[in-house]
């Protein structure tokens, strides 16, 4: 019963439900991007690091087609949305995103965290202080000792050089 509604939904899209919904196919476009760009890194022939981004951008387009072939005819009311913080924020991330390369992830992403935690109202300065600095760090090791996947390191200043190894041992 379900795939039949699925499938009569799939075979209902034409090009005014494309049309009616933007945020859809702008999804379906930035993972379509994404899974160019994650399918470029190096894996050995095996999983590798771009295993996750490549399954993230599939679920995304899945669930956007989803979003097409359910047609629920509710409309979107966007006139009580601000603009301005959407804007800020998207700035802000396209600046982390492009000062990745010179700043690296640990100092890109200390930097980062705090700006977005004022701007989303946390005012007390020893939770942004420990967010912006324990966060980073975790990820650091989460991902580049456990995961062993390499995260951009900065050319001026290589601080996760100077963190400690992690002791782990491989059962």
Avoid: C, W
């Amino acid at each position: 019963m379900i795939i039949k509604k699925v499938t009569r939904n799939i075979r209902q899209i034409d090009a005014d439900t494309v049309k009616s919904n933007p945020l859809s196919i702008a999804f379906i476009l930035f993972s379509l991007a994404v899974i160019y760009h994650a399918n470029q890194f190096p894996d050995g022939g095996e999983i590798g690091p771009g295993f996750f981004p490549i399954m993230l951008s599939a679920g995304i387009i899945l669930f956007a087609i989803v979003d097409m072939a359910t047609d629920d005819e509710t409309e979107l009311d966007l006139s009580d949305v601000e603009v301005a913080p959407i804007v800020v924020i998207s700035a802000i991330l396209f600046a982390y995103v492009f000062l990745m390369k010179y700043t690296g992830f640990l100092v890109g992403t200390m930097l980062f965290l705090p700006i977005v935690l004022y701007y989303s109202d946390v005012r007390s300065k020893l939770l942004i202080a420990a967010i912006s600095i324990g966060f980073p760090v975790l990820l650091f090791y989460v991902f580049s000792r456990i995961f062993m996947v390499r995260l951009p390191e900065s050319q001026i200043l290589p601080v996760s050089r100077l963190l400690p190894q992690l002791p782990l041992v491989v059962f």
